[in-house]
């Protein structure tokens, strides 16, 4: 063990850094105000017409909960107040109420329409007012939520109020690394709107979400298509009998005989029938308030063993975002015909399937729930990252999205060693941690190109998977790791009470071996003591899971970090795999192991790195964390990492022999994936491959030798 570099992290005080320069991206360095993230927000779920609500604000901090008598100070929205690029640079204290408040000018009200307005993502509480008409409340910083203002809108001037309040780390919600009290591996707080705020109109009846689940090795795709309207009775629909796995019983080979059954408010059946008049088989999935509740799964549902797909890159830029603001998506370039008409009103499901611009199937149903058999598919993978563009039409309204044909699952190799599998090949995953952290925007990156350029460094140096560290980014980012190809593995944020710092610090560090006999129903000892808190990380855990699901870069779930608010673990496998049974869990990620999910996952910085295989993959889930500070690149004068480098010679040449040599040998003995820390500095900490501000690149790509 190296001990020296063990004491100097775990000693680690913060200092004062009043006196550091304060950081710029070249993105933020050249920011125009009247043009923040105008993209379209939602790439899984577009429409040609929206409207996008960034840029300035009016503002104020107060006391008091009582509405202010004016706002008079301006904030640039979508950046927190505590980020320099919000103009603000002001930390929200728990006992404080931010307010924002802009006008949103309306003609006319476009007839047989609703007005949604969406928040991509509001930390931590907040309230939404349309002149002075409260329209909506959301907890949780890190989700997107929506509010239908159609009744509130007047022609005219209306004003929109956002009022929110951030308890941060002085209480048991979900948070991420964000401190007050900044320090080490932990960053500054940040408050308020940090996502893309929009609204767009849709038709009375609208397609709220879709679901796509790649079944590969059965050549088709399951989409269940959900409409705002599914409150009261549903309808859905299932595969007449097993007979329905063949290619010859999915919609675009043949017309499916569908049974149905009809469910009430309460989620229980009112009646059953087939629609060939046959009994109901009662499994699939149905739906209350909104939400698909999924219960036994038909048989034809894809299992584990038939998880993800692959592909090759088919979306650029220019094709998905060729339009101005609120033009035509693809710039016409999407179909070569226009997509199977729907305008029956309530029966009709037109889907359209295209492949790199092309049409290669419509097909029309009466139910939305099917299976479409897809003709010739072409796996997803981070080297052929394949993409194909969906168009659904249902009544009036009309929605983009795309898919992969990607598997992901483990089973063994040719020697018995268990291992992951991408699309039914072999495949490590070499990844690089990632915390989406900005000097100048906080959670928030200045520009879309900022995104795009942490994905394409990280694969450019040679790792081919990202892991998403505590926190959920904006929809955008895992739509460019969809086309440009990057694994993801998906972190959920750690909420619960203080953390034992012995405990899931300095234990685990000296003795990891102990931290498998401490079980994480003891809530009090992983600071989980509050029943309210646990249940509130359920249901967001469960949210994201579904916000993020039609995602094909995700491949793994990994619900706890390092014991930090752990509790319950294999339950929270199990609700996991009974939401999203096509990707793997890691449940675990570094100690507490409770010998459940997919993975052995071990976090390993200062002992020699070592495998031994077992009955779960072993996945190296953080390691590295070499340090190197780069003089007027860092946040501060001193240095957080796992082992300090004074050249940046010596850490190039280290972090290739680690990268070539040790990491061969542990995949040789059966290590499955491995995820180095991480893919920048982040405030004191200095153990980035890219410095905080991304202008320096400390390393070479992997295999291209020294500096």
């Known amino acids: 063990m190296k001990f020296k570099d063990a004491f100097r992290t775990l000693r680690f005080k913060e200092k004062e850094t009043s006196g550091c320069p304060q950081l710029y991206t070249k993105w933020g360095e050249y920011l125009e105000p009247n043009n923040v993230l105008m993209e379209y927000p939602r790439p899984q779920l577009r429409r040609k017409d929206y409207t996008i609500l960034n840029g300035f604000w009016k ?43 802009r006008m949103i000018p309306m003609e006319k009200k476009l ?54 309040t951030d308890t941060t780390d002085t209480s048991y919600h979900t948070r991420g690394k964000q401190k007050l009290d900044r320090g080490g591996m932990f960053y500054t707080a940040q408050s308020g709107i940090w996502q893309t705020v929009w609204m767009e109109w849709v038709p009375d009846r609208y397609i709220e979400k879709l679901r796509i689940t790649p079944m590969v090795d059965q050549n088709a795709i399951y989409l269940e298509i959900i409409m705002n309207d599914q409150k009261q009775e549903e309808t859905w629909g299932k595969a007449a009998d097993d007979q329905s796995c063949h290619e010859d ?17 309460d989620g229980q059946k009112e009646g059953e029938k087939g629609a060939d008049g046959e009994a109901l088989k009662d499994c699939g999935p149905v739906c209350k308030d909104r939400k698909i509740i999924y219960t036994d799964a038909p048989d034809w549902y894809p299992e584990m063993d038939s998880e993800e797909s692959h592909g090759e890159e088919s979306h650029d830029e220019e094709s998905l975002d060729g339009e101005s603001h609120g033009g035509e998506f693809h710039d016409g370039k999407l179909l070569d015909g226009e997509p199977m008409d729907s305008s029956d009103g309530k029966g009709c499901y037109g889907v359209t399937v295209c492949a790199e611009h092309k049409t290669i199937l419509s097909v029309s149903n009466k139910l939305p729930v099917m299976k479409i058999a897809i003709p010739d598919i072409h796996y997803w993978s981070p080297e052929d990252p394949f993409l194909y563009d969906l168009v659904i039409t249902v009544g009036n309204d009309r929605v983009e999205s795309y898919f992969a044909m990607r598997k992901i699952e483990v089973k063994k190799d040719p020697q018995g060693i268990r291992r992951i599998y991408l699309n039914n090949e072999l495949y490590f995953q070499n990844g690089l941690l990632d915390q989406g952290y900005w000097p100048d925007g906080l959670y928030t990156a200045p520009c879309d190109e900022a995104l795009i350029f942490d994905i394409q460094t990280a694969k450019r140096l040679g790792f081919r998977m990202i892991r998403k560290h505590l926190k959920i980014e904006p929809l955008r980012w895992y739509y460019h790791c969809d086309r440009l190809g990057m694994l993801v593995w998906q972190d959920m944020v750690n909420g619960g009470g203080e953390y034992n710092k012995c405990l899931v610090g300095y234990l685990p560090t000296f003795l990891p071996k102990l ?18 808190g646990r249940k509130e990380w359920l249901t967001e855990c469960k949210e994201m899971v579904e916000h993020l699901y039609n995602c094909p870069s995700i491949v793994t779930w990994v619900p706890f970090n390092e014991g930090w608010g752990q509790f319950d673990s294999k339950h929270v496998y199990q609700m996991i795999r009974g939401v999203d049974k096509t ?25 020699k790195l070592k495998v031994k295989s077992g009955k779960r993959p072993v996945v190296l889930s953080e390691y590295g964390g070499y340090a190197c500070y780069v003089s007027e690149h860092s946040y501060c004068w001193q240095m957080y990492g796992y082992r300090i480098y004074l050249s940046s010679e010596d850490f190039n040449k280290d972090f290739q022999k680690l990268m070539t040599a040790e990491l061969e040998e542990l995949k040789k003995k059966g290590l499955a994936a491995a995820v180095y820390t991480q893919l920048s500095d982040i405030e004191d900490e200095v153990n980035g491959l890219l410095t905080y501000d991304r202008k320096v690149c400390k390393v070479k790509p992997i295999g291209k030798g020294e500096s």
């Open 111 to 164: 007839a047989g329409h609703r007005c949604l307005l969406h928040f991509g993502a509001v930390d931590q509480f907040c309230e939404v007012f349309v002149n002075k008409t409260k329209v909506k409340q959301h907890m949780g910083g890190y989700l997107p939520f929506t509010a239908d203002i159609t009744d509130e809108l007047t022609c005219g001037d209306n004003i929109l109020t956002v009022k929110v």
């Open 59 to 101: 503002y104020c901090i107060t006391k008091e909960k009582e509405w202010p008598s004016t706002l008079e100070d301006e904030i640039l929205v979508p950046f927190s107040p505590e980020s320099v690029l919000s103009g603000v640079s002001k930390q929200l204290k728990p006992d404080e109420f931010l307010w924002y408040e």
């Open 249 to 265: 019983s999915c919609v675009g080979a043949m017309e499916l005989k569908w049974k149905v059954r009809t469910i009430d408010t």
């Open 515 to 532: 931290t498998t006999c401490c079980k994480d129903k003891h809530y009090r000892m992983l600071g989980r003591r509050d029943e309210e």
């Open 583 to 607: 990707r793997l869990i890691d449940h675990a990620s570094g100690w507490f192991d409770q010998k459940a999910g997919d993975f052995k996952s071990i976090h390993n910085y200062f002992h």
